[in-house]
Structure formats: C-alpha cells, structure tokens
C-alpha cells in the first residue's frame, strides 16, 4: 500500500476575529483578576491555556462576577444591554467582538430601525446569537425548517445570520420564508462571515477527491461540527479530532487521499501536530505493508 496523500484545505483554522479576541486576553495574563465573560474560544486547548495563566471563566448575565478586575466579552460579541451593563459596574471591560459580529449587530438593527420584524438564522442559545437578539426580546432565532412557522405573515421580515452558518443553508431557509410568506416585504443582509465561507468552500474542494477529511476543532465548535456535517453532506467521510491523540490508526485503513481542515477557533500548531501525526500513520502502515509482505515472500 503507498503512502497516504495528505491536503491541507486552502483555507481553515483559526480566524482574524478569534486571533486578536486571543491576542487582548493573553495580553491580560500579567493582570491579577481577569474573567472572560463566556468562552473565548470553542476550543480545549485554548481554554486550558487561560486556565493555566489565572485567567477566570465569569458569566455575561450576572455583572457581579470579576467586579473590580478586568472583564472580557467574547469575540462573539454581546447585546449593547449586556454590555453596558458591564460598564456601569466597576470591572473594566475589554471588548473583543469581532468586527464582523459588529456588523451583524448593525445589520439586524438597521432592519428594525427600518421597520422590519427581526429574524436570526442560526444556533439558538449560541453566545453570538444570544447577543444578537439580546436588544430585541421579539426576535425570532431560525435553526431549522420546523422553526419557520413562528415567523409572522404579513408585514416586513428583516433576516440576518449568525456569522457561522453554511450560506447554503441560510439561503434555504431564506428562500422557504419567502415562499411562504407572499404578503411580507422580506429583506435578507448576508451576515455570514468570509472565513466561514472561505472555509466551507475549501472543505467543498476537498471533498471532490478526498477519501476521508479530518476536521481539528472543539467538540463543542459550531463551526467545526459545521465543516463535518458540510463534508458529509457531499458524501465524503469526516471525522473530528481535537488533538493528534484523539486519531485512530484504522480510520486511515483503505484511505489514499486524506484532506485536514479545522475550525475558526483551533490554534495553528493544533492543526500541524496533527498533520503530523496523519504522516507518521502513514510511514507506520507503509510499514506494515512491507513486513506482510515479507512474509507473504517466506511462505511461498
Ligand atoms: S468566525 Fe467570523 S465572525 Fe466569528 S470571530 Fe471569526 S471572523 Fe469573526
């Protein structure tokens, strides 16, 4: 059997908005009292890390915890309630929203400004989308087609997306709440972020011509669970790893051609050692390979 063939995706990991939300935190790690309001990041490794330098986790709907130290919202963002809830307390507030989040906040607002019903397509209970819908307790959140009927019949619907939903399947949905809804004026601002669709697109190419794909992300990464249901939905193998520890030797059996990506939160050294640990699978089976056939060679 030759070697594996392994694809990095032209576009994966972390992304700008994670990497700085990461870079203000460490730059904390000297303070004494540092809580992040939330996880940073959807990832262990991470987590660990912040762990590790004292860092504390708090929570964005009680404005007690880390009163007097420095407080961080997630690049996830927060509702301008939330937030300025955090201000009036003694904390000092370190704002990591991604400016992408941002812009999703300012799209779902110049939609009600403008007098339409807010909807949100994605995750419901997400941290992004809890603060999207934060200002607006009207707010419809979208996860699935059985969640449509609750968007109203007549009027205007302004819709905008969780940064990290598939556009594909956002523009689905959209589409299903204007066919059903041919009173309403529905306006739709695609606030799916590049990396998220820089990301999908690379998986997609990879998909075409990969035995298998494995995806680097925290289990608890929508993101990451995003790649893998994109890449099963083109009938290509995933799997989902958090460390190069957590790859089992068979799933490569029968493989040639095996793809990596990983999600918006997973560290670029994440994503080497793991690539590495696919190379050393591959010299280990090549391996096999020879000796068994070796002894194929005794026995004849
Ligand atoms: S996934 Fe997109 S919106 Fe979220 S932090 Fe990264 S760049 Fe920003």
Redesign the pocket.
Same mark, same amino acid.
């Given at each position: 059997m030759s070697k594996l063939n392994v694809h990095l995706a032209s576009h994966y990991g972390m992304?700008?908005? =994670?990497r700085d939300a990461l870079a203000a935190t460490r730059s904390t790690y000297n303070e004494s009292d540092v809580t992040v309001l939330g996880q940073l990041v959807h990832n262990p490794v991470v987590s660990q890390e912040l762990t590790e330098n004292g860092v504390k986790k708090g929570d964005l709907n009680n404005p007690t915890t880390g009163i007097g130290g420095t407080v961080i919202i997630t690049?996830h963002g927060a509702s301008e309630s939330d937030r300025s809830r955090w201000s009036s307390t003694q904390s000092k507030v370190l704002d990591t929203t991604?400016p992408? =989040?941002h812009k999703a906040h300012k799209s779902l607002v110049s939609l009600v400004d403008s007098g339409f019903f807010p909807v949100v397509i994605g995750k419901k209970g997400h941290a992004e989308v809890n603060g999207l819908v934060g200002d607006f307790p009207q707010a419809i959140v979208i996860e699935g087609d059985e969640d449509i009927f609750e968007v109203p019949y007549e009027g205007k619907i302004g819709i905008v997306s969780q *940064? +990290?939903q598939p556009i594909e399947r956002v523009n689905e949905l959209v589409e299903k709440i204007r066919s059903t809804r041919n009173a309403c004026e529905v306006k739709f601002i695609d606030t799916v972020?590049a990396? +998220?669709k820089n990301r999908q697109k690379a998986v997609k190419d990879l998909s075409k011509f990969c035995d298998l794909i494995v995806v680097v992300g925290g289990s608890n990464s929508n993101?990451t669970a995003q790649l893998v249901s994109k890449v099963e939905g083109l009938g290509c193998r995933a799997v989902q790893v958090e460390r190069p520890e957590d790859l089992i030797f068979d799933w490569f059996i029968g493989a040639k051609d095996v793809g990596v990506t990983a999600g *918006?939160s997973t560290l670029e050294e994440t994503v080497t050692s793991v690539s590495e640990r696919i190379k050393a699978i591959s010299d280990e089976m090549a391996l096999k390979d020879r000796e068994c056939l070796g002894k194929e060679r005794i026995l004849c």
């Amino acid at each position: 059997m030759s070697k594996l063939n392994v694809h990095l995706a032209s576009h994966y990991g972390m992304c700008f908005g =994670v990497r700085d939300a990461l870079a203000a935190t460490r730059s904390t790690y000297n303070e004494s009292d540092v809580t992040v309001l939330g996880q940073l990041v959807h990832n262990p490794v991470v987590s660990q890390e912040l762990t590790e330098n004292g860092v504390k986790k708090g929570d964005l709907n009680n404005p007690t915890t880390g009163i007097g130290g420095t407080v961080i919202i997630t690049a996830h963002g927060a509702s301008e309630s939330d937030r300025s809830r955090w201000s009036s307390t003694q904390s000092k507030v370190l704002d990591t929203t991604c400016p992408l =989040v941002h812009k999703a906040h300012k799209s779902l607002v110049s939609l009600v400004d403008s007098g339409f019903f807010p909807v949100v397509i994605g995750k419901k209970g997400h941290a992004e989308v809890n603060g999207l819908v934060g200002d607006f307790p009207q707010a419809i959140v979208i996860e699935g087609d059985e969640d449509i009927f609750e968007v109203p019949y007549e009027g205007k619907i302004g819709i905008v997306s969780q *940064t +990290t939903q598939p556009i594909e399947r956002v523009n689905e949905l959209v589409e299903k709440i204007r066919s059903t809804r041919n009173a309403c004026e529905v306006k739709f601002i695609d606030t799916v972020c590049a990396p +998220t669709k820089n990301r999908q697109k690379a998986v997609k190419d990879l998909s075409k011509f990969c035995d298998l794909i494995v995806v680097v992300g925290g289990s608890n990464s929508n993101n990451t669970a995003q790649l893998v249901s994109k890449v099963e939905g083109l009938g290509c193998r995933a799997v989902q790893v958090e460390r190069p520890e957590d790859l089992i030797f068979d799933w490569f059996i029968g493989a040639k051609d095996v793809g990596v990506t990983a999600g *918006t939160s997973t560290l670029e050294e994440t994503v080497t050692s793991v690539s590495e640990r696919i190379k050393a699978i591959s010299d280990e089976m090549a391996l096999k390979d020879r000796e068994c056939l070796g002894k194929e060679r005794i026995l004849c």
